[in-house]
């Protein structure tokens, strides 16, 4: 959401000091619903954008 992405933007430097690699296991209903599957690429960009570099697994 737009709120979320201002506070991730403005806590931007301090967020990317401390992350900079993560694991996200995707899998399960996030990959059967639309709007989970939506929501779930809007947070990967997200952090892309805030300098945390995602890194997707999957988890059934």
Known sequence: S????DD???AGA???A???NTVIKYGGNAM???ELKTGFAR???LMKAVGIN???VHGG
């Open 2 to 5: 737009g709120a979320a992405a």
């Open 8 to 10: 991730l933007s403005r």
């Open 14 to 16: 301090a967020v990317k």
């Open 18 to 20: 401390r992350i900079s």
């Open 32 to 34: 059967e619903s639309e």
């Open 43 to 45: 947070d990967i960009v």
């Open 54 to 56: 995602p890194v997707v």
